[in-house]
């Protein structure tokens, strides 16, 4: 179903897989394999950038975390070696002593030497009696469950990561005597999990990086800025110090400790790289796909543009010939054999050379007809074999072409295929009926030919009216089409239809542009052979009638001016091209006298574009009639306004003294009104601004003088009162659009 939607959109499926890719293998393919070079290379890049980074991340944290250990060793040496610690673990020492060693030992403790920001507790734990000295934070020992440590840690089994009231820590220790195999104490030293953690969180630099402590022997994760990763167990076998490891959702980067068998981590997830890179992969998938809509557009378009359905059908039908028993294709030559052969064996041709010969034959008459109107066929012979495979039979000995236009199609709307097919089956069989052969052939989008071939019958260009009128009138009933319908010549000769081609062409042309919507026969059009007809006479006379006031007498000239126009049977380009000429025409009589055109319209308005979207005569002819009242009104209003004793004042000024300089302040000075004011009223009344009006008057005069002086640019410039010759050739092109010279010189 697919697959047949996309065949009629695009006539032939070969054409456009073909075409399709091509487009693929030469553009879409090397931009994908470029993209996806180019997304390989970023991300390695991002990787190599990523790992140097958190290269310098675990440097620090190492530095970090190992000038912590190393403080906490210090401070566990110093106390190892303390006379007072010593003699602590001593079994001949008295009890009296014993007590003061110990307060001894917790004043110690309890200092400023002993404490750091990231240590919880530290405590000294005598093995023999099992007793324990520490800071005062943990001086209830019956409250301190740090028993099943110690137990632990007296058989060396200790787990680092633990919970003490409720504060996670992570404890180091050392053995009195020191590296003793059986000690007889230990001095442990806990550290706030919480802190440690903070420490590291100072060191994350890159957003998205985690960075975590764990036992190199175990695995376990004892310190992490990840919650998630906290409770994790990682195999350490995995770990390949200084490179990149992928474990789950992220990737690891990890360095050993030199102390105490600790493992720094740098976690990223893998989705950071992906954000990185993956803007890149959308980009070159979405360029690829937008190239992919242009190729199928593209192809779309050439199959149409290069779809020959004839040359289609030859392919097909060779194949069917190739597959037939006793039928070599050698033995057929020529478009039309192979053609005549098909519609032969209709019955015993390929299902899908049955679809294309129903599908091309409305196609295939509609090229040897226009082969036909274009005069391309020199002999009868050269086209009789095509008609006969088209079922057309021309037995009788006239001819005759009926051009018809649709002028909207069913129920209003735009004009489309179904319009037309609908016209041409009707129109045929209205003709069929009166025993007048009839072909129709799909000209354009609002165009259709009917081909008449007929005996020859009294009042044949009445008759065959007539009939042009009952196809108008029936298609419009059942249909609601509305035609216009222009009869070209009668014909004898076959090959002669190209010449009642052009005549219907000219007399619905005709009827068109008079907006008749009707029946005309070209035997009927009274045609001006000689030059074409020009109004220009008149326009000078209707320009100054407009200037007085007369619009009665305008409007009857404007009129007169376009029915002569219809009479003349002039193309709608000529009518466009004289109404633009004629509007011309005002425009300059308007700039002599110091006018703005554009104070006539609404709104500024490009008039070759208005009258260029004029689709009838009439449409014309009433615009012009509109303007011309336009600019009636704006005369007359300003013939008012000139009673206005200061404008009247202004304009005799400007007349007596455009030789000189003149200057808006001083003008205003002797009106005794401001200069404000004065401009204000002046652009009010005239439509433009004093000095515009100033230039107008004195490029008027410029041009007077150009005609009837032979004086140089410059010296007319100085007299009338330019002192700039550049700005006066500037100011003069601008109102009539040329130089002063070419002016002079038309």
């Not at 190739?322 to 070599?328: E, G, K, Q």
């Not at 000095?691 to 490029?699: E, H, L």
Request: overall charge neutral.
């Amino acid at each position: 179903m697919v697959k047949d939607k996309i065949v009629e959109v695009v006539y032939s499926k070969e054409l456009f897989f073909k075409i399709l890719s091509g487009f693929i293998l030469l553009i879409i393919l090397p931009t994908l394999i470029m993209g996806i070079f180019f997304y390989e290379n970023m991300t390695i890049r991002s990787e190599q950038e990523q790992r140097e980074l958190n290269k310098k991340a675990l440097d620090l944290v190492q530095k970090n975390i190992d000038e912590v250990l190393d403080n906490a060793q210090y401070k566990m040496l110093t106390l190892a070696l303390n006379t007072n610690v010593l003699e602590f673990f001593r079994e001949d020492i008295s009890d009296t002593k014993k007590l003061l060693k110990v307060k001894d030992i917790r004043n110690l403790l309890d200092t400023g030497v002993y404490h750091s920001n990231i240590m919880d507790s530290i405590y000294i734990y005598n093995v023999r009696n099992n007793k324990i000295i520490t800071n005062q934070t943990y001086e209830d020992l019956q409250n301190f469950d740090d028993k099943d440590f110690l137990n632990e840690l007296r058989r060396d089994k200790i787990n680092a990561k633990r919970n003490i009231k409720g504060v996670d820590v992570i404890s180091w220790y050392m053995k009195i005597p020191l590296h003793s195999s059986h000690p007889e104490g230990y001095i442990v030293y806990n550290f706030s999990i919480d802190k440690l953690t903070k420490v590291l969180q100072n060191r994350i630099y890159i957003d998205k990086i985690n960075l975590a402590l764990i036992e190199a022997e175990s695995g376990d994760v004892i310190v992490s800025t990840d919650n998630s990763l906290k409770n994790e167990i990682i195999d350490t076998n995995l770990l390949t110090e200084d490179k990149t490891t992928k474990l789950g959702d992220n990737i690891l980067f990890n360095k050993l400790s030199g102390k105490q068998g600790y493992i720094y981590l740098a976690v990223m997830p893998k989705s950071y790289i992906d954000n990185i890179s993956r803007p890149i992969w959308n980009t070159v998938l979405s360029i690829s796909m937008i190239l992919l809509i242009v190729g199928v557009l593209v192809s779309i378009y050439l199959s149409r543009q290069l779809y020959n359905p004839i040359e289609t059908l030859i392919y097909s039908l060779r194949k069917d010939i190739s597959n037939m028993n006793n039928v070599p294709s050698g033995n057929i030559k020529g478009e039309v054999e192979y053609i005549n052969y098909a519609m032969k064996q209709y019955k015993t041709t390929s299902s899908n050379t049955k679809s294309i010969l129903r599908k091309n034959k409305n196609m295939i008459k509609n090229s040897v007809f226009n082969r036909l109107f274009n005069k391309d066929y020199l002999q009868y012979s050269d086209i009789k074999s095509n008609l006969e495979l088209l079922g057309i039979d021309f037995n009788k000995e006239s001819y005759c072409l009926f051009a018809i236009y649709l002028e909207n199609g069913i129920a209003n709307k735009e004009i489309d295929i179904v319009d037309r097919f609908a016209v041409i089956n009707m129109a045929e069989e209205i003709l069929n009926k009166k025993n007048i052969t009839a072909v129709g052939v799909d000209l354009d989008q609002k165009k259709v030919i009917i081909v008449l071939n007929f005996d020859s019958f009294n009042n044949e260009y009445k008759s065959l009216i007539d009939i042009a009128n009952e196809i108008k009138k029936v298609i419009y009933e059942y249909a609601g089409i509305l035609l216009s319908i222009g009869i070209g010549d009668i014909i004898n000769e076959f090959l002669d239809i190209c010449l009642s081609y052009t005549s219907s062409l000219r007399a619905l042309n005709y009827n068109i542009i008079t907006e008749k919507h009707s029946v005309v026969a070209h035997d009927e059009l009274n045609l001006n052979q000689e030059a074409i007809y020009y109004p220009l006479k008149n326009v000078e006379k209707i320009s100054n009638n407009i200037m007085i006031g007369k619009k009665d007498v305008v409007d009857k000239m404007i009129r007169d001016i376009f029915d002569d126009i219809r009479k003349n049977v002039m193309s709608l380009q000529n009518v466009k091209f004289c109404t633009i000429q004629m509007v011309t025409i005002i425009y300059k009589d308007m700039i002599d006298k110091g006018l703005d055109f554009n104070s006539v319209l609404d709104k500024e308005l490009d008039i070759f574009k208005e009258i260029d979207k004029m689709k009838t005569v009439k449409q014309i002819e009433e615009w012009f009639v509109n303007l011309s009242h336009n600019v009636s009104n704006y005369y007359k209003s300003l013939s008012g306004e000139c009673n206005d004793v200061i404008i009247s004042k202004v304009l005799e000024y400007v007349k007596d003294n455009y030789t000189e300089p003149i200057y808006l302040s001083n003008l205003a000075d002797e009106l005794n009104i401001t200069q404000q004011h004065l401009s204000r009223k002046f652009k009010k009344h005239r439509g433009i601004t004093l000095v515009s009006y100033i230039n107008r008057v004195r490029i008027q005069k410029s041009a007077e003088l150009l005609k009837s002086s032979n004086e140089n640019i410059s010296t007319i410039a100085n007299a009338v009162g330019f002192n700039d010759t550049k700005y006066f050739i500037k100011k003069f092109k601008e109102t009539y659009g040329i130089t002063p010279n070419m002016y002079r010189n038309s």
